[in-house]
Nanobody, 114 residues
Framework: QLQASGGGLVQAGGSLRLSCAAS????????MGWFRQAPGKQREWIAR?????????NYANSVKGRFTISRDNAKNTVYLQMNSLKPEDTGVYYC????????WGRGTQVTVSS
């Protein structure tokens, strides 16, 4: 199971830190990703972090340089630090396993006002 939290309403230029707690798997063995779904659009991938000790994070061009993904394997949690937020970052944010994804859990709403 996956449960994202930490969303909210923020002005453009602001920051938010999202968390996503995972259960039911050996969390540290799996690469994790953050995804988002903007109103009226399909869900898109935005960030990926490898399993414990495996490679550098990857980001979609739309968030590169502004968002940072990290993980705490002891807490089975993946984070997304979002800085310099823009109105186009508005959407529902989800996490999931990159390979062998599980059913989408409850996302967290991020709304960025201009």
């Amino acid at each position: 199971q996956l449960q994202a939290s930490g969303g909210g309403l923020v002005q453009a230029g602001g920051s938010l830190r999202l968390s996503c707690a995972a259960s039911g798997r050996t969390f540290s063995s799996f690469a994790m990703g953050w995804f988002r779904q903007a109103p009226g659009k399909q869900r898109e991938w935005i960030a990926r972090i490898g399993s414990a000790g495996a490679g550098s994070p990857n980001y979609a061009n739309s968030v590169k340089g502004r968002f940072t993904i990290s993980r705490d394997n002891a807490k089975n949690t993946v984070y997304l630090q979002m800085n310099s937020l823009k109105p186009e970052d508005t959407g529902v944010y989800y996490c999931n396993f990159i390979s062998s994804p599980v059913p989408w859990g409850r996302g967290t709403q991020v709304t960025v006002s201009s």
